[in-house]
């Protein structure tokens, strides 16, 4: 049965993981100290003046919550050190910024975002030539250790010595010796337990093997969304329950229970329809945690029954048991003034609207995307946003256009339809949409925009309750989708940072090339208001 990979897919990048169990480890508690922190990654030259933006401070910057927090789990992370660079690369459009990041400002930063998880967990990183006792320490009350690109034998063996005592980790791009050391709660990956897999399907060996593949898997993909989530997996194989990964989950007799009893109809419609049952295949073909190859599955076989089957299971009955919640942290803010003056719900429902509007320099669309923070659904080409208020009083809408190339090789259009709610504070705004059936809420914030309109920086938090799936994602914006010119970029990477708690290297340059044809007539009449582009001396003409 293919229900988990509808769990899925319904809530893949059109907008944008089953029951608990019993711990495999006894987690150790202990009030943690950061020991990886995340650190600016603008600075200014001795004597300039600073940069000013528009973005307020992350307090989740100033004071992380996890100082505060009872330790759940312990990780220990060994990379490459003197500067080695990861896989991970800054926007191609962005050459004057060089290769990418170094090893340890990558999993320094993964150890910060894991914090943003559940602030009980913590991760110490380590060069690979720092001092073995430093490692042997951190390493004698942890529960998940991660090795990456270890070569030197020598250096392994060390390694695996002063490890040795921690219950589950992986070594990825690792040498032999390193990678023999693969284990999930003590048990090793061997040819014995390759064995067991084969002739015990059902047992613990198989599900080990199959959650070591999984985060081979994602290290392999080489984005920092996967990156993040194979630590995730490691810390709830380790017996810590993360309910990110819980979408990961078998389904058990409740889940199909719940099916058969209440969506038998709409299974049965499914698999007498091909395109329903080629969906159901491609999807279960995806690798873990891949929202692309899921969503170009549901585009490719584009079909009623499958989302009838969709709503049934999880909108209406939610079968799967998911309940998934929009993510706190980190807590970003949205900017407080715009040209000076203290923003408003008005002024921000302009920045919103940019440069959409008839007449001389408007566009028939907002914003153009320029770079988004989450690859799943920054992987899609030319993100043109529209907003706009609605005729009904109160009424504000977002309609997102995008391409997505299907397995045939044909290149569709995809348009949604969000209503907007605006915030308590201006600047922040509630979203809801429903797409194959499932409904999504998600919360936006303008964290920084130029005076001219030149640029607009947005981030977002949101959930798929019964999908089981939450994410969040900054997103830069142009009249063009080009990249600001320079004179820009520092003020932009700097509140990326202090803003949204964002690396400029965890952006995703999004491709538009060729973004001729768009279908961006509006679901709904809009309500122009004064367009900001019509004067740069006052807020609202």
């Known amino acids: 049965m293919q229900a988990a990979a509808i769990s899925r897919a319904v809530n893949a990048p059109a907008a944008r993981p089953a029951p608990s169990r019993a711990n495999r480890g006894v987690p150790k508690r202990c009030v943690r100290t950061i020991i990886a922190r995340g650190v600016p990654s603008v600075s200014t030259s001795p004597g300039s003046a600073p940069i000013e933006t528009g973005a307020v401070l992350?307090?989740?910057?100033?004071?992380?919550?996890?100082?505060?927090?009872?330790?759940?789990?312990?990780?220990?992370?060994?990379?490459?050190?003197?500067?080695?660079?990861?896989f991970l690369p800054f926007p191609p459009g962005l050459p004057q910024y060089g290769a990418g990041p170094d090893w340890m400002e990558v999993m320094g930063h993964m150890a910060m975002r894991l914090?943003?998880?559940?602030?009980g967990f913590s991760m110490d990183v380590f060069a690979h030539d720092a001092p073995m006792e430093d490692i042997k320490a951190s390493a004698r009350d942890a529960d998940v250790f991660v090795c990456v690109d270890i070569q030197d034998k020598a250096l392994a063996?060390?390694?695996?010595?002063?490890?040795?005592?921690?219950?589950?980790?992986?070594?990825?791009?690792c040498c032999d010796v390193l990678?023999?050391?693969?284990?999930?709660?003590?048990?090793?990956?061997?040819?014995?337990?390759?064995?067991?897999?084969?002739?015990?399907?059902?047992?613990?060996?198989?599900?080990?093997?199959?959650?070591m593949e999984q985060v081979t898997g994602l290290f392999d993909r080489k984005n920092h969304l996967d990156l993040l989530f194979l630590h995730l997996l490691l810390v709830d194989a380790s017996g810590v329950r993360v309910p990110a990964v819980d979408i990961n989950q078998d389904l058990n007799l409740g889940n199909v229970w719940c099916i058969a009893s209440n969506c038998n109809k709409q299974l049965l419609e499914c698999y007498k329809n091909d395109r329903c049952k080629l969906s159901l295949d491609c999807i279960d073909a995806c690798g873990l945690n891949d929202q692309v190859c899921t969503y170009t599955c549901i585009r490719s076989y584009q079909n009623d029954q499958f989302q009838l089957l969709a709503r049934c299971m999880l909108h209406k009955h939610n079968?799967?048991?998911?309940?998934?919640?929009r993510p706190e942290l980190p807590e970003v803010l949205p900017m407080t003034h715009f040209r000076g003056?203290?923003?408003?719900?008005?002024?921000?429902?302009?920045?919103?609207?940019?440069?959409?509007?008839?007449?001389?320099?408007?566009?028939?669309?907002?914003?153009?995307?320029?770079?988004?923070?989450?690859?799943?659904?920054?992987?899609?080409?030319?993100?043109?946003?529209?907003?706009?208020?609605?005729?009904?009083?109160?009424?504000?809408?977002?309609?997102?256009?995008?391409?997505?190339?299907?397995?045939?090789?044909?290149?569709?259009?995809?348009?949604?339809?969000?209503?907007?709610?605006?915030?308590?504070?201006?600047?922040?705004?509630?979203?809801?949409?429903?797409?194959?059936g499932v409904t999504s809420l998600e919360y936006w914030r303008i964290v920084d925009a130029a005076d001219d309109l030149s640029w607009s920086l947005y981030y977002y938090a949101g959930a798929a309750k019964v999908a089981g799936q939450a994410y969040i994602g900054a997103v830069l914006a142009t009249k063009d989708g080009?990249?600001?010119?320079?004179?820009?970029?520092?003020?932009?990477?700097?509140?990326?940072?202090?803003?949204?708690?964002?690396?400029?290297?965890?952006?995703?340059?999004?491709?538009?090339?060729?973004?001729?044809?768009?279908?961006?007539?509006?679901?709904?009449?809009?309500?122009?208001?004064?367009?900001?582009?019509?004067?740069?001396?006052?807020?609202?003409?």
């Open 179 to 211: 990678e023999a050391e693969t284990r999930v709660v003590y048990q090793p990956v061997t040819q014995l337990r390759r064995m067991e897999a084969k002739l015990v399907p059902w047992g613990q060996a198989n599900k080990d093997l199959r959650l």
């Open 319 to 325: 079968c799967l048991g998911n309940d998934a919640v």
């Open 115 to 119: 914090t943003w998880v559940d602030p």
């Open 58 to 86: 992350s307090p989740t910057l100033v004071d992380n919550p996890a100082e505060y927090a009872d330790r759940k789990v312990k990780l220990v992370a060994i990379v490459p050190g003197n500067g080695a660079k990861s």
């Open 341 to 436: 003056e203290p923003l408003t719900h008005d002024v921000a429902e302009a920045i919103m609207q940019g440069h959409y509007g008839e007449g001389e320099g408007k566009k028939p669309y907002s914003w153009l995307a320029v770079a988004g923070q989450n690859p799943a659904y920054d992987h899609f080409p030319c993100q043109y946003q529209i907003w706009y208020r609605g005729k009904a009083k109160g009424s504000f809408w977002y309609n997102p256009v995008f391409k997505v190339q299907t397995l045939d090789g044909k290149e569709v259009w995809r348009r949604s339809d969000y209503r907007c709610k605006r915030g308590d504070t201006p600047g922040t705004f509630f979203f809801s949409f429903m797409d194959n």
């Open 482 to 541: 080009k990249w600001p010119g320079e004179e820009h970029l520092e003020r932009i990477e700097k509140s990326l940072w202090e803003g949204c708690g964002v690396k400029l290297w965890e952006m995703c340059e999004v491709d538009n090339c060729n973004c001729g044809g768009a279908p961006l007539d509006p679901y709904h009449a809009p309500v122009m208001m004064p367009s900001l582009l019509d004067s740069t001396d006052t807020v609202l003409p």
């Open 157 to 173: 063996s060390d390694l695996a010595s002063a490890l040795s005592g921690v219950a589950t980790g992986a070594a990825l791009g």
